[in-house]
Nanobody, 121 residues
Framework: QVQLVESGGGLVQPGGSLRLSCAAP????????MGWFRQVPGKQRELVAL???????TYGDSVKGRFTISRDNDKNTVYLQMHSLNPEDTAVYYC???????????????WGQGTQVTVSS
């Protein structure tokens, strides 16, 4: 079982910043896409940002211009830098990675355990 380890969530005041990290095991064969999603109770999980293995990015409309996704392929880690946070950004943030565990295995999506981000004064 592949475990994605997330960190960086917490409580921040409106207008503040946070950086989330998500690391996949170094032992896996390869990772293609990585990304962040978020979910609040009673709502569907929504896309925050995606990044391809070559660095191409996609952002959800509500975070464009405020959030930046990046990745370190040597560390199998994806980051989400969040600025100008507002209460509507409060959610559990989930990391997702599309990866291949071994050379002969298929490519599958794996999710992190989620990290809470709360924006409140």
């Amino acid at each position: 079982q592949v475990q994605l380890v997330e960190s960086g969530g917490g409580l921040v005041q409106p207008g503040g910043s946070l950086r989330l990290s998500c690391a996949a095991p170094l032992s896996i064969f390869g990772i293609s896409g990585m990304g962040w999603f978020r979910q609040v109770p009673g709502k569907q999980r929504e896309l925050v940002a995606l990044i391809t293995s070559s660095g191409g990015t996609t952002y959800g409309d509500s975070v464009k211009g405020r959030f930046t996704i990046s990745r370190d392929n040597d560390k199998n880690t994806v980051y989400l830098q969040m600025h100008s946070l507002n209460p509507e950004d409060t959610a559990v943030y989930y990391c997702k990675a599309r990866l291949r565990v071994g050379m002969k295995s298929g490519e599958y999506d794996y999710w992190g355990q989620g990290t809470q981000v709360t924006v409140s004064s």
